[in-house]
């Protein structure tokens, strides 16, 4: 069973522009969450899909925004980059809505996207 | 407020020796409580995952403990090895009003030496 495929790996873009990272879930899973890891931060929640619906969203601005498609597959977008928008960026699947937080059932990460903005 | 506090905020051990990690928790009403492990530049890793009604969970050469009451955990280590340095993180989840959301530590740095 094919894990959890985050893509691309690495990314560099410059100050205001746009960017879009991809995550593809472990099949038959419907919910997918993001979510950026910094040094100082730590592991910080960006929003989840479920059954293409945003179920969950934290405390980022309105230039963070996902989509989920028919297929699982979901897309976070991040407009007018700024530098401090740096980090890896982790997406998690899971077979139940909440992060399996409910239901107690396991939550797999991807790989992450490292994004560095300069 | 729900929080996660990991502690120590990194440790460097000795190749072959145990050690024990702690994470104390404030997120209420509790669900359940991980251990992931995350190499540098990885995802993380599940190790266990515990509900409020375990004490204690092992995967191999991990042992996790839980006590719901004083909202602690430990996670202990046996018999150390060099691929163990990574960092632990300790994610706690929520249900009813915090359903659905994952409380993250900002865990413990582990580094073991030959």
């Known amino acids: 069973k094919a894990g959890v495929t985050q893509t691309p790996r690495y990314l560099i873009k410059t100050r205001g522009q746009q960017v879009t990272l991809s995550c593809s879930p472990i099949?038959?899973?419907?919910?997918v969450s993001w979510y950026q890891q910094t040094p100082g931060q730590g592991l910080q929640f960006l929003f989840e899909?479920?059954?293409?619906?945003?179920?969950n969203k934290g405390n980022f601005p309105g230039r963070f925004s996902g989509r989920q498609f028919s297929n699982s597959r979901s897309e976070m977008n991040v407009s007018t980059l700024e530098l401090g928008d740096s980090a890896l960026y982790l997406c998690?699947?899971?077979?139940?809505?909440?992060?399996?937080?409910?239901?107690?059932?396991?939550?797999?990460f991807g790989q992450g996207t490292r994004l560095t903005v300069v | 407020k729900n929080q996660v506090e990991q502690s120590p905020q990194s440790l460097i051990i000795l190749e072959g020796k145990n050690c024990t990690l702690q994470?104390?928790?404030?997120?209420?009403?509790?669900?359940?409580l991980r251990w992931y492990k995350q190499d540098t530049g990885r995802g993380p890793v599940s190790l266990t995952i515990?509900?409020?009604?375990?004490n204690t969970k092992s995967n191999g050469r991990y042992t996790a403990t839980l006590d719901a009451d004083t909202k602690q955990s430990s996670l202990h280590i046996t018999a150390s090895q060099l691929s163990d340095s990574a960092s632990y993180i300790c994610?706690?989840?929520?249900?009813?009003?915090?359903?659905?959301?994952?409380?993250f530590g900002r865990g413990t740095q582990l580094t073991v030496w030959p």
């Open positions: 998690a699947s899971s077979s139940t809505p909440g992060q399996g937080a409910g239901m107690n059932t396991e939550a797999f």
């Open positions: 099949s038959g899973h419907r919910s």
């Open positions: 899909y479920f059954s293409e619906t945003q179920r």
């Open positions: 994470c104390n928790y404030t997120v209420s009403p509790f669900s359940n």
């Open positions: 515990m509900t409020f009604s375990e």
């Open positions: 994610v706690v989840s929520g249900r009813g009003s915090t359903l659905g959301r994952l409380y």
